[in-house]
């Protein structure tokens, strides 16, 4: 079956190939211990946005930047200097002014616990009123960022829209902004029940979603987020037959591919995590015509958080490089497999490495 590849407008000199609009938190990590009776953390930068640049920069080689807002303090700082070792262009952070004790801005802060066997992960975020949540739409001058310095590709999400209605007018803006400008736009809807729950009208969160996945070439998310988060009606399609299925989800893909005409593929990944400490593993991308789906393989975890941001990291630069679906989609898997291997939220590796892992290469000691 021939199928249509993705299709990306082509600039003739961008100063980025990919851009993310979230918000960068602190995470503290307590390692093999738990939040409530550690003491000593490891510290890490993170955002479900900022996570996909950071991939494409650091794993793949691409230049990428990240659009937040940071206080103005020493927390802000390390902020930026661990963006910065990321190779993530920082210049187009909007800073803050801090009044000293965090009323008027902070920084998010996110203590996530790795998890073991029958143990859980845990994420407790304590991030109301950063700053990043207070980023407004008519800060930043869309049209020069876009236009005039360029960028191939603007990926953001469903955590940073989900902050606040300030952060959800600010990615309606960026992505109608970007469509305007032939830059390819991907959404991850990354439904997070501890926001949605506190949401004070989830009803208008939805809207808010409608309307960036409007704008989308990429859409990330399965049956559940697309009920949850945009209020499609799927009880029809039924259960998954188990947690690899991608019935469900390739039915609710091509259902959203109907809602939406601007999108060109949707993604998503495919998790049995019955077990902390092994999860099986795989990922998908349907496109209007054809559905490509990775090679499944059983992930011993180290630490589970940011595999789904390598994922869409490795989707993203495959079709960026014009690599075709199915290479896409084994990129990402690989990626996002191996980024669940190393503590912190970003993989610890390389594009050589990434692509022998979607080759199935065996993991021999290498000397």
């Known amino acids: 079956m021939s199928t249509q590849q993705f299709q990306l407008a082509r600039h003739a000199s961008p100063r980025w190939a990919a851009m993310a609009l979230g918000e960068v938190m602190l995470r503290f990590d307590p390692g093999e211990g738990r939040v409530r009776n550690v003491r000593q953390f490891q510290v890490w930068e993170g955002g479900g946005e900022y996570n996909v640049a950071r991939g494409l920069s650091s794993t793949f080689g691409h230049a990428t930047a990240v659009l937040t807002a ?3 303090n020493e927390l802000g700082l390390l902020a930026q200097q661990l963006i910065q070792a990321g190779d993530v262009d920082s210049s187009q952070i ?3 002014e801090y009044d000293g004790i965090g009323r008027n801005t902070r920084m998010g802060l996110n203590f996530t616990e790795r998890g073991f066997g029958v143990r859980a992960p845990l994420g407790v975020s304590d991030r109301a009123y950063s700053a990043a949540s207070q ?3 008519d800060e930043i001058d869309w049209d020069t960022l876009f236009g005039v310095h360029g960028v191939r590709w603007l990926h953001t999400g469903g955590i940073f829209a989900a902050l606040s209605e300030h952060s959800a007018q600010t990615a309606i803006a960026a992505v109608r902004a970007a469509r305007r400008h032939g830059v390819a736009v991907s959404y991850d809807l990354n439904y997070r029940a501890s926001l949605w729950n506190s949401h004070p009208d989830p009803d208008a969160a939805r809207h808010a979603n409608c309307a960036i996945a409007a704008e989308c070439d990429l859409l990330i998310g399965d049956e559940y987020s697309f009920a949850a988060c945009l209020g ?28 939406f005409p601007n999108l060109q593929a949707v993604a998503f990944t495919l998790r049995d995590a019955s077990n ?15 559905l490509f789906v990775s090679a499944a393989r059983e992930v011993d975890l180290l630490d589970r958080v940011g595999g789904g941001d390598a994922f869409v990291a490795g989707v993203v630069h495959g079709l960026l490089e014009g690599l075709g679906e199915q290479a896409a989609v084994e990129l990402g898997a690989a990626h996002g497999a191996l980024a669940m291997t190393t503590p912190g939220d970003a993989a610890c590796t390389s594009r050589e490495e990434v692509e022998a892992v979607a080759r199935g290469d065996g993991a021999a000691a290498r000397r």
């Open 232 to 259: 499609m009606d799927l009880a029809d399609l039924g259960r998954r037959e188990t947690p690899m299925d991608v019935g469900p989800a390739d039915a609710a893909a091509l259902r959203a591919m109907e809602r």
């Open 94 to 96: 909007l800073w803050r």
């Open 276 to 290: 902390a400490a092994r999860n099986g593993w795989a990922g998908a991308l349907r496109n209007r015509e054809a």
């Open 135 to 137: 980023l407004q739409p």
């Open 70 to 72: 940071l206080p103005r």
